[in-house]
């Protein structure tokens, strides 16, 4: 049975990603400074759960040899703003952490590391479309510490024949996003959640702030795709990955025909806007498509359609996330 340890997996994205595998049959061990959040609770019995600090090159390799994993997701990472803020933690925990995971991987002699990068990595000149090779002069913290991740995982790859992988990711949106301060992208999380439970939301963005967008479902998809590529079809080791683009008001009006009486307002907080407004327009993920097969299965109405039913499905597992 594959055997999978996912860093930092007790996030929002691990959450889904354990769902998913362990629907596969596969093992799963989650290494994080947090315990087993809601929303993975109805699993959490089926998962190997080690809690420590990915800081701490001492803790990352004692759960490498505990677990012996085949395959090591690593998707612990600082966000903005709290990167913007505290500067040396982001380096500690992004950098250094990646540092650890990586060297913990060579020494274990096995396995695939998949890596999870941004869309924060490229410049800030927002052309239309970015691909693989688009220069990567990242605007703020995070997405420096993203580029050096990419750069050290290269690096292992090249030196020490590490099979490291990674993907791009625009922002991910759906059911489980948490977060009290806001998060760029989380805008759209917590529209479609107030409409859902009939309260009204005052967007941060403006009508026409607009970004490309990932479902979860699909993030999920493109992490294992990505795992189970075979070698010799893979022709670089970072792919960029795309879901569908939104606007502010194009997410409002598909909110309100599903839900006719949701109540929007918008209230746009000026920093949060320029970010956004740096991201690209478009994640050109041809590569990935050419080389091990992606493509993402929603788009926008689809994405609601889906996003909804979970809430509806599972209340139970959402009920207790913190929204700004």
């Known amino acids: 049975m594959t055997r999978n340890l996912l860093i930092g997996g007790f996030g929002y994205l691990g959450g889904h990603l ?132 990419e750069q050290l995982g290269e690096r292992y790859y090249r030196v020490h024949n590490l099979n490291f992988r990674g993907v ?31 309260v009204p939301y005052s967007l941060y963005v403006r009508p026409e702030t607009s970004m490309p967008c990932l479902y979860v479902k699909d993030a999920v998809k493109s992490l294992i795709g990505l795992r189970d590529a075979p070698e010799s079809k893979l022709r670089q080791r970072i792919y960029s990955i795309h879901g569908f683009n939104i606007s502010a008001a194009d997410l409002v009006a598909a909110i309100r025909k599903q839900i006719p009486g949701a109540k929007f307002d918008y209230q746009p907080d000026e920093p949060v806007v320029k970010i956004i407004n740096g991201f690209p327009t478009r994640m050109d993920d041809s590569s990935a498509r050419q080389d091990w097969g992606w493509k993402p299965d929603y788009e926008l109405d689809e994405m609601l359609k889906d996003y909804l039913q979970e809430l509806k499905s599972h209340p139970e597992m959402y009920a207790s996330i913190k929204r700004a």
């Open 18 to 149: 354990a769902r998913q595998l362990l629907k596969k049959g596969e093992e799963v061990a989650i290494f994080d400074v947090v315990s087993a959040p809601p929303y993975v609770a109805d699993i959490a019995p089926k998962i190997k759960a080690f809690r420590g600090e990915i800081t701490d090159w001492t803790q990352v390799m004692e759960v490498v040899l505990k677990v012996q994993p085949d395959n090591i997701f690593h998707l612990a990472a600082l966000l903005p703003p709290v990167t913007e803020q505290h500067l040396y933690l982001s380096y500690k925990v992004n950098v250094e952490g990646t540092v650890n995971v990586l060297e913990a991987m060579r020494l274990l002699g096995k396995g695939c590391l998949i890596f999870l990068s941004s869309i924060g990595a490229y410049s800030t000149s927002k052309p239309i479309v970015v691909d693989d090779n688009y220069i990567q002069r990242p605007q703020n913290m995070y997405g420096t510490t993203k580029v050096c991740g």
């Open 168 to 198: 791009r990711f625009p922002p991910v949106i759906g059911p489980g996003r948490t977060g009290q301060t806001k998060v760029p992208s989380i805008f759209a999380c917590f529209a479609i959640e107030a409409a859902a439970n009939n």
